[in-house]
C-alpha cells in the first residue's frame, strides 16, 4: 500500500499563486508516476500534470504556462507549483502515484480562487 498525503490547499484570489505538496508513504519502492487531478463540482475528475521519475512531465492545457509540477525522489513527495491562478482552478486537488498495476489516490484538498 501506498499513502498519500496533500497538503497546501486554500483560498487565493484570482492571479495569486499556491503551492501544493504531497507525501508519500509505505510501499514507496518501485512508484512509477506521480501527479495531481482536480474535481470541480459537477465534474468529472481531470488530469492536471504529471511526472515520472526521468523528470519527463505532462500537463493539461488548461494549466500549462501557470502550473509547474516537480518530484523530489529523495524525499518521496511531488509538488505542484501553481501560479496565476483562475476560478475556474477552483477543485479539490488529489494526489495521485501509480506504483506497478496500482493506482493511488491522496484524500484531496481543497483549492478556491475567488474573482
Known amino acids: 500500500q501506498v499513502q498519500l498525503v496533500e497538503s497546501g490547499g486554500g483560498l487565493v484570489q484570482a492571479g495569486g499563486s499556491l503551492r501544493l505538496s504531497c507525501a508519500a508513504s509505505?510501499?514507496?519502492?518501485?512508484?512509477?508516476?506521480m501527479g495531481w487531478y482536480r474535481q470541480a463540482p459537477g465534474k468529472q475528475r481531470e488530469l492536471v500534470a504529471a511526472?515520472?521519475?526521468?523528470?519527463?512531465?505532462n500537463y493539461a492545457d488548461s494549466v500549462k504556462d501557470r502550473f509547474t509540477i516537480s518530484r523530489d525522489n529523495a524525499k518521496n513527495m511531488v509538488f505542484l507549483q501553481m501560479n496565476i491562478l483562475k476560478p475556474e482552478d477552483t477543485a479539490v486537488y488529489y494526489c495521485?502515484?501509480?506504483?506497478?498495476?496500482?493506482?493511488?489516490w491522496g484524500q484531496g484538498t481543497q483549492v478556491t480562487v475567488s474573482s
Open positions: 511526472i515520472i521519475p526521468g523528470g519527463r512531465t
Open positions: 509505505g510501499r514507496i519502492s518501485d512508484i512509477n508516476v
Open positions: 495521485y502515484a501509480q506504483r506497478r498495476v496500482f493506482d493511488y
